[in-house]
Nanobody, 123 residues
Framework: HVQLVESGGGSVQAGGSLRLSCTAP????????MAWFRQAPGRDPERVATIDPVGNTNYADSLKGRFTISRDIANNTLHLYMTSLKPDDTAIYYC??????????????????WGQGTQVTVS
């Protein structure tokens, strides 16, 4: 079982920025798709951003230009940097991973390792 632990959530005013972090064993980044998901109250989960085993990234269309996913393999950390935050970005954000090739990273069923989530509130 792969343990993922998120941190960095909190409350921020609209227009502000936050950086979320997720610690995971460094070895998984070369063999796993990694992603950030979010779920707002009353809404379906949404895949926010993905990064594949070779470092290619992809984003939900509505978030391109505001959110950036990155990984620091040396420090076993996945990041999500969020800028120009809006109240609609309020949600619990989850780090996820799944052992698969790049072709599978934009498929939600790929992800079978999940963190506990971190709350982001934008007011």
């Amino acid at each position: 079982h792969v343990q993922l632990v998120e941190s960095g959530g909190g409350s921020v005013q609209a227009g502000g920025s936050l950086r979320l972090s997720c610690t995971a064993p460094g070895s998984i980044y070369r063999t796993n798709c990694m992603a950030w998901f979010r779920q707002a109250p009353g809404r379906d989960p949404e895949r926010v951003a993905t990064i594949d085993p070779v470092g290619n990234t992809n984003y939900a269309d509505s978030l391109k230009g505001r959110f950036t996913i990155s990984r620091d393999i040396a420090n076993n950390t996945l990041h999500l940097y969020m800028t120009s935050l809006k109240p609609d970005d309020t949600a619990i954000y989850y780090c996820a991973g799944g052992r698969a090739g790049s072709w599978a990273c934009d498929t939600n069923s790929t992800y079978n390792h999940w963190g506990q989530g971190t709350q982001v509130t934008v007011s």
